[in-house]
């Protein structure tokens, strides 16, 4: 083989070295950002769902707001926590068997 032959095979090994090398950083980058997308997409739909949950929530909470206004949660919320009742009303304290062993140091057998 002449030199001329020899240059030219140098130089298309050179351009097929230089096309593959293309295409395989081509295909890495696609692959990449593929495997980006598909994650992106992933986080995506679980920040979607967390918005959803959000949304009940601040709708359950809404709601728990306009109750505490009303006049039967205060009323109740009084009573149970407070111990506040209307002065004409007469307050019975039922002890159940389970209390009054307790308080005598006993337990109950059920």
């Known amino acids: 083989m002449n030199e001329k032959t020899r240059n030219l095979i140098r130089r298309r090994i050179i351009i097929a070295l230089a096309i593959i090398g293309t295409i395989l950083f081509t295909v890495y980058i696609y692959l990449a950002n593929a495997i980006k997308i598909y994650e992106l997409d992933q986080q995506k739909i679980q920040i979607s769902q967390q918005i959803e949950n959000e949304k009940i ?54």
């Open 57 to 110: 929530r601040s709708n359950q909470l809404d709601e728990q707001v306009k109750q505490m206004g009303s006049k039967n949660y205060v009323e109740n919320f009084a009573r149970r926590y407070l111990g506040l009742y209307y002065p004409d009303e007469t307050i019975v304290i039922v002890e159940t068997q389970k209390d009054a062993a307790e308080s005598d140091g006993q337990t109950v057998e059920q």
